[in-house]
């Protein structure tokens, strides 16, 4: 039998866009409170220290040692007053060294030119090393048990978007517990992981994920800025169904937003927080009332359980 959408009242989305500018506000203060903190400025700085590898060396790393955290050289674990303990087998990963070469040219003057050739070097993960401890930035998972139905409703809601959504990590041939990543989207795939998890922690990662797939400046921003419009839509959506992210947002913009105020990123890409944000939320309301957290329609249910059993 078909079914009629309903179409909320102008005054019903004025109330909407209040409510989400309110929470917006709110996500702002948040993430200003802890870019502000002498343990955030510490976190940047210890970060700074860490070189960025390329793709290759991110695989290279992988494959010799999966379960890696942070990576550094020998004499960098020293400087953070940490040492490679004895005996711990190294990682190896490709070093650029520039050199110059002075061929004659057929005048017979020698001229300059740079080349570029690659040495291995050794790299250890801090699980090799001990000593000081680290400066942390912690994004502790969130626990309640509230969503289960809320989650029913966006796995439908992707599905009529044409995704598919799994609990199990194809990237580590199905087995979620070695994924180091609570939920990603693939676009070649059309697919969105999520793994198993608490029930709000299940929810805000596909709303986060589902942010990334209706971002329409997903592949022209920097990373920073479609992370913090991902988890920002996260934590609006996850509020108008009655669950309060805060402990995990906060800290995950904070993080992204790295060197950058995060308040003054939220407010660059609020419009777009915004729109992706009633988006999903029209979509999880035309499922019916799923914020009474209720057991899902017979048919959802079966899909999602399929998926967590499999």
Not at 225 to 251: C, K, L, N
Not at 255 to 262: F, K, T, V
């Amino acid at each position: 039998m078909a079914t009629t959408k309903r179409i909320p009242t102008a005054d019903e989305q004025a109330q909407r866009e209040a409510r989400t500018s309110q929470l917006l506000a709110q996500l702002e203060a948040g993430v200003e409170a802890i870019q502000t903190g002498d343990d955030f400025r510490r976190y940047l700085r210890f970060a700074a220290r860490f070189h960025r590898y390329s793709y290759n060396n991110v695989l290279l790393i992988l494959a010799q040692r999966p379960e890696v955290t942070r990576v550094a050289g020998y004499r960098a674990w020293q400087r953070l007053g940490r040492q490679v303990r004895k005996g711990e087998r190294a990682i190896y990963v490709f070093a650029p060294r520039p050199y110059l070469v002075q061929p004659e040219n057929d005048n017979g003057d020698e001229e300059t030119r740079a080349g570029l050739a690659f040495r291995s070097v050794p790299v250890w993960d801090v699980s090799q090393t001990g000593g000081d401890p680290l400066p942390s930035l912690d994004v502790p998972a969130l626990t309640g048990d509230h969503g289960q139905a809320v989650y029913a409703a966006l796995v439908a809601y992707a599905e009529r978007a044409g995704l598919t959504v799994t609990n199990h990590d194809p990237d580590t041939e199905g087995d979620d517990t070695h994924s180091s990543y609570h939920g990603y989207y693939s676009p070649r795939r059309k697919l969105i992981f999520v793994q198993r998890a608490a029930p709000a922690q299940m929810v805000k990662t596909l709303i986060h994920e589902l942010g990334h797939v209706l971002d329409p400046e997903l592949l022209a921003t920097p990373r920073a800025e479609h992370e913090t419009v991902a988890e920002a839509t996260a934590f609006v959506v996850a509020a108008h169904v009655g669950i309060d992210t805060g402990s995990y947002s906060f800290p995950y913009i904070a993080a992204w937003a790295g060197r950058e105020e995060g308040a003054s990123v939220i407010k660059t890409v609020m419009g777009r927080v915004q729109g992706i944000a009633h988006r999903i939320i029209a979509g999880i309301e035309d499922a019916g009332d799923a914020g009474a957290d209720e057991p899902p329609p017979a048919a959802a249910a079966l899909r999602v359980g399929a998926r967590l059993a499999a």
